[in-house]
Every structure is written in structure tokens, then in C-alpha cells.
């Protein structure tokens, strides 16, 4: 059974750091490159960015370059969306997908608030 699970969210501060996890099961988790989109209140789904399979490379959305950090140990079979300066904009239910070839999986999404 495939499974992606996240883990982490909550509601934060604006200025507070915030670490998401991706924990996957049921699949060959080393030969999927890993995505993390977001979808805001009233907003459509967006690519927030995307690691390759070993790593190497990453890819970030423009608004959160610099700020938020992917990475993945897939010893542990595990992504990481590291956050930080987090902004009110940045409230989102957060999904981790897995993409390899014709395949790809969604995570159930996570709820991350930033507020006062």
C-alpha cells in the first residue's frame, strides 16, 4: 500500500521556522523525485519545489527562494520542507507528491498557519 505522510505542521508565528515531513511507504522511494505544493485559502494549488532523487538538484517556487529548503534521506524514505522567515502568505495545507516516469502519489496535505 503506497503512502505518503506528512508530518509537522502547525500553527507558527510570522518570523518562525517550520520543518515538514514527508514519510513514504508501499514504493521504491529512491527513484521518485519529490514535490512540495501548497494551496492557500481561496488560492489554486502551487509548486512550492521539487528534489531530484539523490538530491543533487533542487528547485524552488520565486516567493520562497532563499527561505525554504527541500532536502530527503532515502535512508528513511523520508522529504523535508524546511521553512523559515515565514510570512502570513505562507498559510497553506501543504502535500508532498512523488512523481517517477507514469507514476505518482499525493500525500494527504498538512495545515500550516502563520499568524499573530
Known amino acids: 500500500q503506497v503512502q505518503l505522510v506528512e508530518s509537522g505542521g502547525g500553527l507558527v508565528q510570522p518570523g518562525d521556522s517550520l520543518r515538514l515531513s514527508c514519510a513514504a511507504s508501499?514504493?521504491?522511494?529512491?527513484?521518485?523525485?519529490m514535490h512540495w505544493y501548497r494551496q492557500g485559502p481561496g488560492k489554486k494549488r502551487e509548486l512550492v519545489g521539487v528534489?531530484?532523487?539523490?538530491?543533487?538538484?533542487?528547485i524552488y517556487l520565486d516567493p520562497v527562494k532563499g527561505r525554504f529548503t527541500i532536502s530527503r534521506d532515502n535512508a528513511k524514505n523520508t522529504a523535508y520542507l524546511q521553512m523559515s522567515s515565514l510570512n502570513p502568505e505562507a498559510t497553506a495545507v501543504y502535500y508532498c507528491?512523488?512523481?517517477?516516469?507514469?507514476?505518482?502519489?499525493w500525500g494527504q496535505g498538512i495545515q500550516v498557519t502563520v499568524s499573530s
Open positions: 528534489i531530484t532523487t539523490t538530491g543533487s538538484s533542487t
Open positions: 508501499g514504493f521504491t522511494f529512491r527513484d521518485y523525485a
Open positions: 507528491h512523488a512523481r517517477h516516469s507514469v507514476y505518482d502519489y
